[in-house]
């Protein structure tokens, strides 16, 4: 399998550069459409399953929901939890890795947002879709946000994709394999004058129809499509937000 470098990618480095994907106006708008598309209110059950540092979990709570949020890095968890502590709102904050979620029955709702979903080979994968069935009550709901695939190959360009955010740089160099439907990305940060640190991962990209067949497999019924802004699932979405009913 390729190489993941999960603690060097998901560290302050990440919430640097992603800033701008993460303030509070993108974030309090992906937070309402979590909550229509979910069906989320007043007393929902909700997992985030890695929530990182609780932007959209600690939102829910605002709604009136009773969220859990896991994730495997423990600086994020700190940062969700004094966010929850500013707000004013309660969430449960546990540090775990999706890979070994064993509820049963207690979530009305489990959310994977901003591309949280298919950091690992295809079998954990699918094993991870069947223990969020399983972790579902009847009539539950999953919602996964990612890359709309067809829109990014049809677009993508064979060169170094640059984030500068206050004169700090982050440079990715990204190759999709048709043979294995993964992204996989060298990494390069640069930040206060250092030298440069490098790093590798990968992200599944699924087409809609073949996430709906995963979801199908793992015991999902039906499964809907919509775009980044809600809007029905288009070639040209921003973003591929999956709706799959328990
Ligand atoms: C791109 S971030 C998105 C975080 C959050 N969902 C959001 O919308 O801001 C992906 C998150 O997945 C977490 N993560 C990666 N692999 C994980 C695993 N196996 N189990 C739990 N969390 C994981 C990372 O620590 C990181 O916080």
Redesign the pocket.
């Known amino acids: 399998m390729a190489r993941f470098d ?1 603690d060097e ?2 560290d302050d480095d ?1 919430l640097h550069f ?1 800033r701008p994907f ?1 303030d509070d106006d993108v ?1 309090d708008d ?1 937070a309402e459409l979590v909550a229509e598309l979910a069906e989320i209110g007043e007393g929902t059950r909700v997992l ?6 609780g ?2 979990a600690n939102r829910l709570a605002g709604f009136g929901a009773d969220v859990v949020g ?4 423990e600086t ?1 968890l700190d940062k969700a939890r004094s966010d929850a502590t500013a707000r004013g709102v309660e969430v449960e904050f546990r540090s ?4 070994a979620l064993d509820a049963r029955s207690e979530f009305d709702v489990v ?6 979903f298919g ?2 080979d295809d079998d954990t994968c699918r094993d991870i879709l069947r223990r969020i069935h399983a972790a579902l009550r009847p009539g539950g709901r999953l919602l996964i ?1 990612t890359l709309n695939r067809d829109l990014g190959l049809l677009t993508m360009e064979e060169r170094p994709t640059i984030k500068e955010v206050d004169g700090e740089f982050m440079i990715d160099l990204a190759r999709f394999d048709p043979l294995d439907g993964r992204l996989h990305v060298r990494r390069f940060v640069t930040r206060n004058g250092e030298r440069i640190r490098a790093m590798r991962y990968f992200i599944r990209l699924f087409t809609f129809t073949e996430l709906r067949e995963w979801l199908r497999d793992a015991g999902f019924g039906l499964v809907s499509g919509y775009g980044g802004e809600g809007e029905v699932y288009r070639l040209d979405s921003s973003r591929m937000v999956v709706v799959a009913h328990q």
């Not at 896991?70 to 890095?73: A, F, K, T, V």
């Not at 959310?111 to 949280?116: A, E, K």
């Open positions: 999960f990618l998901f990440y992603y993460l974030t992906e985030d399953l890695a929530c990182g540092h932007r959209i896991i994730d495997r890095c994020f775990g890795d999706m890979r959310v994977s947002w901003f591309t949280s950091y690992h946000e």
